[in-house]
């Protein structure tokens, strides 16, 4: 059963970038899903971060546990979030990483108080030589 939140049409307001026809049926009931409501009340940083962290993960889900381009699209398509990385999969897949790239994404979990992702991800610099241009050579990537 969706979960939704029944509203007297009234009191919704629908921003322009949402395409109406698509909530047509909806609308006509009275009742938006909860999850339209949110993505409609996020404010532009919000939608920001959000497309951030999306791609945060989907990197790291590829880099530290090892999870091919496929089941992170899966992953994506579940949580219904856009398909975004931070560091392009087939970068991944041949273990071309520039060390900067993972202290960004470690600054990143930081700042969501993630810190068991901060953790794995300095584990792969630390276990993995560094040459003079910040490229990582990734002779141990997993530490799962």
């Known amino acids: ?35 339209v409501l949110k993505n409609i009340n996020m404010t532009k940083q ?4 959000k497309f951030i962290h999306v791609g945060m993960v989907s ?15 899966e992953i994506q398509k579940k949580h219904k979030v856009k398909n975004v990385f931070f560091i392009p999969p087939v970068d991944v897949d041949t273990g071309d990483l520039l060390k900067s790239d993972v202290e960004a994404m470690i600054d990143h979990f930081v700042e969501q108080e993630e810190y068991e ?8 610099i630390d276990n993995n030589k560094c040459d003079e241009d910040g490229w990582l050579y990734l002779e141990n990537r997993y530490t799962n």
């Open 1 to 35: 059963m969706s979960s939704s939140l029944t509203l007297p049409l009234k009191y919704i307001r629908i921003s322009s970038y949402c395409t109406p026809w698509r909530y047509t049926s909806k609308l006509v009931s009275g009742s938006i899903p909860e999850s």
């Open 46 to 49: 919000e939608k920001t971060n």
């Open 59 to 73: 990197s790291y889900l590829q880099l530290i546990e090892g999870k091919g381009y496929g089941e992170v699209i």
């Open 117 to 124: 992702k901060c953790s794995k991800l300095k584990q792969l």
